[in-house]
């Protein structure tokens, strides 16, 4: 229990210094807020362009069904295929559609008039989404124009589970959750051991008669319950400002999040473990979590999709786990017996992470 | 008579501030070796290719046709079949589990109802959770549907035929857009970082008051201490650009030149933000925080880098124009993957101009009042 006194401690000397105190627990709530506004994958508002060389009733209904949802929005009419080369070299037009002289003829003749479509592949992902709905929009306008068809069989009834409006937003916030939660667990833990060596209060510590491990625990505590709290209020943050309510148990959220806190936090530890000035821990410990939580997480970038490599590394990667069981809890209104495997992962990242920590730290290195 | 002088102050200051890169055993990982191996890991996993979506087959009616529809399916480049499931609900529990990604229920009499010609369908579930993933199964299963009933039910399905020209990436490789936006980012790490870093550590240590009671005019001073890292930014967007086109292969279809002059209205940029960012800052600890979480971060979020410009809130869609990161990736992706040339892309170069200027200016400006 001796430990329960270097928590007191810390937790003295936390609440004397009210901006690192602000740093972490209100900074993630503040990121969350600030870079949630700009979460969004979704293709909409696509830049289109309208080449209608006929002008006829017909050539117009079909440019106003295009431009009637919220998927594309009229930027330019070109008038030759010179201007609209320069629209699409300008980047100021994705989508263009270029209506052939004769299309109404062609259309009330009974024929098939050809519609060109053209996309700039530059953007690989909503290319291919811009390309999808242009092509919808147009089939279903023509058939319309055409005088309907009949109803195609065998048809697709399409249901669309836990995420019915595929927002993306809902699907981004989880990983930029992870992303500021474990950035600045796992800072502030490695600050605060190596500021007590650069003072030289961290000796005192040491020839106590305090153990290794009561010292670990002692500093990992009130910094857990710290950012335990931060968690908490990213949460509801997200939730306030963006409408993710937990669809879940709120208890496995929390201990995702308990667990996910810990292991970033011992991280620090170790981290701390390996340096000497709190300018290289810092370092250290932004390039250890923030890149991997960015890229490796699958926070935006799907794992399934990297090269094998890339993937075996990404399974040491805690955060990918909090991802997905945060995907899980929050979105899919998962239990425990689905989120298991990454409790059990993120709870053998953070017994690691502290075997290793309390390791260097009995060798004296902390 | 002052100038010469000033010339011999300045080439000492470069050349004293190059021997201190090289006396830090960390400078030069971090000006030349953590661009390059940032480049290289992000290059690879920044990818948004979505690979074929995991259908659960779900086949209550087992006749020629439903097996038909399910070999049709995993032979299509959007799907791969994960496995069959007896009933919709143990599906879903998969789906669920995310061990799928959607789910393909066949009622039975499926196979008699479309060999009668009767009006019979299937019905799909999807795990909407990750978006993108899910717009393709649903693209991919409509079409194939589509396709299916245009084959089978006879004649053309609309009234008009589309034709589909994609330009400048037709085979939708998402590295070609990526690459770009990853070869920004790393400039704009190592510039600011470096500069920040540099400024501040002889503010931490003292002996920028050494240097600034030294006959050396204030602009000098500055010009010493930034020329060196404008030249690691410059060598650094070269070493980066060679990798992109030679080890990733995206093409560079516009300007070289136009590339290489675009890095010095955003080296003034980069500089600029360093510059203010070791101005306020008192230790170099609070000035990698503030480079980190109040300016890297935000520009990067806000450059449309990953997440579109287009689809951010109207209301914020304005402020990205502040990015100098935004008009710098227009600048590139426009120049490499489209071709573009001055006459298109001025917009963005003017703007990234000026955005130059002004922090570059209002930075010189913060940092000489602070020391005088």
Redesign the interface.
């Given at each position: 229990m001796r430990f329960l006194a270097v928590a007191r401690k810390e937790t003295r000397q936390i609440s004397r210094d009210p901006r690192s105190l602000a740093v972490l627990v209100a900074m993630p709530a503040a990121l969350t807020l600030l870079f949630g506004t700009v979460l969004s994958l979704d293709v909409k508002r696509i830049p289109l362009a309208v080449l209608d060389r006929d002008s006829t009733s017909a050539s117009r209904a079909l440019v106003a069904a295009m431009t009637s949802g919220e998927y594309f929005a009229l930027a330019a009419r070109p008038s030759s295929e010179e201007e609209l080369g320069s629209l699409f070299a300008a980047g100021r037009a994705t989508v263009a559609v270029v209506v052939a002289h004769g299309f109404e003829r062609e259309l009330s003749r009974g024929e098939r008039p050809a519609v060109q479509v053209l996309v700039d592949g530059s953007n690989a992902t909503s290319a291919q989404t811009a390309l999808g709905y242009a092509e919808q929009y147009l089939a279903a306008a023509g058939a319309r124009l055409a005088g309907g068809a009949a109803a195609p069989s065998p048809w697709a009834r399409l249901r669309v589970l836990y995420n019915p409006e595929l927002a993306s937003d809902r699907f981004l916030l989880p990983g930029l959750m992870a992303m500021i939660l474990m950035v600045s667990a796992t800072v502030a833990t490695a600050l605060s051991i190596v500021r007590e060596r650069e003072t030289g209060t961290m000796e005192q510590l040491l020839v106590s008669p305090l153990s290794a491990a009561e010292v670990v625990l002692g500093k990992a505590l009130p910094y857990g319950a710290l950012s335990l709290v931060a968690a908490l209020l990213v949460m509801a943050t997200a939730w306030l400002a963006f409408g993710l309510a937990v669809k879940g148990s709120l208890l496995v959220f929390l201990a995702l999040a308990a667990l996910f806190v810990l292991g970033s936090q011992a991280l620090g530890l170790v981290i701390s473990s390996a340096t000497r000035s709190q300018q290289v821990a810092f370092q250290l410990a932004t390039y250890a979590t923030m890149l991997p939580a960015f890229i490796l997480s699958g926070f935006v970038f799907p794992l399934r999709s990297m090269p094998e490599p890339l993937q075996w590394l990404a399974a040491l990667v805690p955060a990918r786990y909090f991802v997905s069981g945060l995907r899980s809890v929050v979105l899919k209104g998962a239990g425990i017996d689905v989120v298991w495997r990454e409790l059990a992962a993120l709870a053998a990242f953070a017994t690691a992470m502290l075997a290793v920590a309390v390791w260097r730290l009995g060798r004296g290195r902390l | 008579m002052n100038a010469p002088r000033g010339l011999i102050a300045l080439r000492g200051l470069v050349l004293k501030e190059l021997r201190q890169v090289r006396a830090d055993p960390?400078m030069i990982p971090v000006l030349v070796v953590a661009p390059i191996l940032?480049l290289l890991?992000?290059g690879?996993?920044?990818?948004?290719?979505?690979?074929r979506a995991r259908v659960v087959v779900v086949d209550r009616d087992g006749s020629p046709a439903s097996r038909a529809l399910a070999a049709r399916l995993g032979a299509s480049d959007s799907f791969e079949v994960a496995g069959r499931a007896d009933t919709a609900d143990l599906a879903?529990r998969r789906?669920?589990?995310?061990r799928a990604d959607l789910s393909l229920t066949v009622p039975a009499g499926?196979g008699r109802g479309?060999a009668a010609?009767?009006?019979?369908?299937?019905?799909?579930?999807?795990?909407?959770?990750?978006?993108?993933?899910?717009?393709?199964g649903?693209?991919g299963?409509?079409g194939l549907?589509?396709a299916?009933?245009?084959g089978?039910?006879g004649?053309?399905?609309?009234?008009?035929?589309?034709?589909?020209?994609?330009?400048?990436?037709?085979?939708?490789?998402?590295r070609?857009?990526m690459v770009p936006g990853v070869l920004a980012i790393v400039l704009l790490i190592v510039t600011l970082v470096a500069t920040a870093m540099a400024v501040v550590k002889e503010k931490e240590l003292g002996t920028f008051e050494m240097l600034a009671v030294t006959p050396v005019s204030r602009l000098t001073l500055l010009a010493g201490k930034l020329l060196p890292f404008a030249a690691f930014g410059l060598l650094d967007s070269v070493i980066v650009l060679l990798i992109s086109r030679y080890w990733f292969d995206v093409p560079v279809r516009g300007s070289v030149l136009l590339l290489l002059g675009v890095a010095f209205p955003w080296v003034l940029c980069t500089l600029g933000l360093g510059l203010l960012v070791s101005t306020i800052s008192r230790t170099?600890?609070q000035a990698?925080?503030t480079a980190?979480?109040l300016v890297m971060?935000?520009l990067i979020?806000?450059s449309g880098f990953?997440?579109?410009v287009?689809?951010?809130?109207e209301a914020?869609q304005p402020l990205t124009e502040l990015d100098p990161l935004k008009h710098l990736m227009?600048v590139l992706?426009?120049t490499m993957?489209?071709?573009?040339?001055l006459?298109?892309?001025w917009p963005p170069i003017a703007k990234l101009a000026a955005v130059g200027a002004v922090t570059f200016g209002g930075a010189v400006a913060l940092f000489r009042k602070r020391l005088a």
């Open positions: - | 960390r940032q890991i992000f690879y996993a920044a990818t948004m290719d979505v690979t879903e789906l669920l589990e995310g499926y479309l010609g009767g009006d019979v369908g299937v019905q799909f579930l999807v795990d909407g959770t990750e978006s993108t993933t899910a717009s393709v649903i693209a299963a409509t549907l589509g299916l009933a245009a089978e039910g004649g053309p399905a609309g009234g008009v035929e589309v034709r589909r020209l994609v330009l400048y990436n037709p085979d939708f490789r998402s070609f857009f170099q600890q990698m925080m980190l979480f971060l935000p979020y806000f990953v997440f579109p287009e689809s951010m809130p914020v227009l992706r426009g993957l489209r071709g573009a040339g006459r298109e892309l």
